[in-house]
């Protein structure tokens, strides 16, 4: 069955970097688009990035846009996600998945941001 385990989130002050990863096993990963989402209190899980097969085309949400970068690595059934210049409205729980996404999500990591 798909198991996801993400990792990496912390406590950061704004304009600090943060790196996510995520493992995911149970499905064939080298021919799924994989994304990041990412879900704030009170609000729905929303899309933040994606990458392609074979990593080199990437989709970004505009926000993150320019501070955040998604990579894969198909031989580990990783993918990451480098985050730089945080800011406060960056404070979520990140989920990956596939794009679209599977029904079964991992626990997710939780990235704070606050001074």
């Known amino acids: 069955q798909v198991q996801i385990v993400e990792a990496g989130g912390g406590l950061v002050q704004p304009g600090g970097s943060l790196n996510l990863s995520c493992v995911a096993s149970?499905?064939?990963?080298?021919?799924?688009?994989m994304a990041w989402y990412r879900q704030a209190p009170g609000d729905e899980r929303d899309f933040v990035a994606s990458?392609?097969?074979?990593?080199?085309?990437?989709n970004y949400e505009d926000s993150v846009e320019g501070r955040f970068t998604i990579a894969r690595d198909n031989a580990k059934r990783t993918v990451y996600l480098q985050m730089t210049n945080l800011k406060l409205e960056d404070t979520a729980v990140y989920y990956c998945?596939?794009?679209?996404?599977?029904?079964?999500w991992g626990q997710g990591t939780q990235v704070t941001v606050s001074s």
């Open positions: 990458v392609s097969l074979g990593g080199t085309v990437t």
């Open positions: 149970g499905f064939h990963f080298g021919t799924r688009t």
């Open positions: 998945n596939t794009e679209p996404p599977y029904d079964t």
